[in-house]
């Protein structure tokens, strides 16, 4: 939880660095016509925001004197108040995503089945050991919600006091190149800061039920497809309303697991490597490397695509529609192409590591005897394609329920080997539970006879006699 609040200490310290440079912008004398949208009068949402932010401070203040007064306690009382802080430093981010999404229901409706698709087909990538389905939800909500408020509410301010800084008014040509490029940059950070913060908090708070590579890259992707959701209701529905065809095709067909999704996979990748690394070095240094090729990927892809965008119209002049459907394809592969492939990998060298390490695990649980794994069962849970055949044999045996029945177990089973493999191996950063439970769990949704389960360790009575 401290690291938890460090980063949402950090999120709200960015906005109050941006509150510092509006205030501090030097005065514009003179702007152009051609420059007043960098002038637009301060949106009611920011507005806002920026008030809650404030109060937020203030809440946060008292609660953190609060903390301190109960430091040597851990009740219910200090996990509110930790609650507490987290809520008032974060939520106010939230006001400008639901402002987007609430004002346009029917445009959040027409892009919710693809999302959820893709929801769903990043959970199904968890072929053999799957995080709690809530855990994605949660990185979904961050996405849409506070990583893209934050990234939203920074953007603006960008806007609020880029132009005094960059600009040079006895010679406003010369600096467009400038501005549009820092514009680039300013969204590459901002954006995936946003959402590298949700992946951190909830590697922070739910770190028991990340393994490796593969929970990491889907948590990620997860947090992409909430702020790729926000965002593509926003220019469906605001920056472009006349284009919402092009804008839908390009942000919720061709690019909904590429651009965002691959870059907070990325992020995510860094995460589940570091999980397992001993020295915090090298935990810093990969989640870093993460960090910094989603902001790479994202400055290059905004840059490079207003050039992109005038030859793509000069090879498809003839036919714009051919020119969106093969056009917007072409510039997403050579955008992002390179990191949907980089992440693929990563998630699949993940799963065949997870594989190895189950497999070693199913064997030795077989070989023990215990009733909960036999050896044929074995070899069953490492065939994802067997799994499938078997749940759909038994659907249309014994229904919705049967199948339900056998999908528990075969994540109960999966599960428990799961927590056996990471008993044997060394370098976690936090203690791995006791086995025997998930067991238990496991023979009981067989039917066959439960043992008692005693502590992990001797308790005092124990150890004396």
Known sequence: MPATIAVAVALSAAFGIGQVLFWAEPEIPSPLPWMRFFLLPEPEAF??????????????????????????????????????????????????????????????????????????????????????GQLLLAGFGWGALIGGGFGTVMITWFYRYAPGYLFDWEHPRDNVRTIYTMIALNAGIVSEIGKAAGVAVLFFLFRRHFDRVVSGVLIGAAVGLGFNLTETVHYMAT????????????????????????????????????????????????????????????????AVMPQLGKWKEDLFSHDQTLGLLLGVPLITTVTSGVFVVLYVLILRRGLTAQAAGLRRALHAEAEAGTGAVTAPEAELLLDPRRRLLLELRVWRRDGTAGVRHLMRLHQAQLDMATQRWHGTRSGADIPVPDVRPLRARVLELKGLPVPAVHPAFPTAQEALS
């Open 47 to 132: 507005t806002l925001t920026r008030i809650l932010v404030y109060v937020g401070w203030g809440l946060s203040a008292l609660l953190g004197l609060l903390l301190l007064a109960l430091r040597q306690r851990r009740d219910a009382l200090v996990r509110a108040c930790r609650l507490g802080l987290l809520g008032a430093l974060l939520l106010p981010f939230v006001v400008m995503p639901l402002d987007i999404l609430g004002s346009n229901p029917l445009t959040l409706l027409v892009c919710l089945p693809t999302t959820a698709a893709a929801l769903l087909c990043v959970h199904r990538a968890q072929l053999f050991h799957r995080m709690p």
């Open 239 to 302: 920056i472009e309303p006349g284009q919402q065809s092009a804008q839908f095709w390009m942000r919720q067909v061709v690019g909904l697991m590429t651009v965002h999704v691959a870059f907070t996979a990325l992020v995510g990748a860094g995460f589940g490597a570091a999980h397992r690394l001993p020295e915090l070095r090298d935990r810093v240094l990969v989640v870093g490397g993460g960090l910094l090729a989603a902001i790479g990927g994202h400055f290059a892809t905004d």
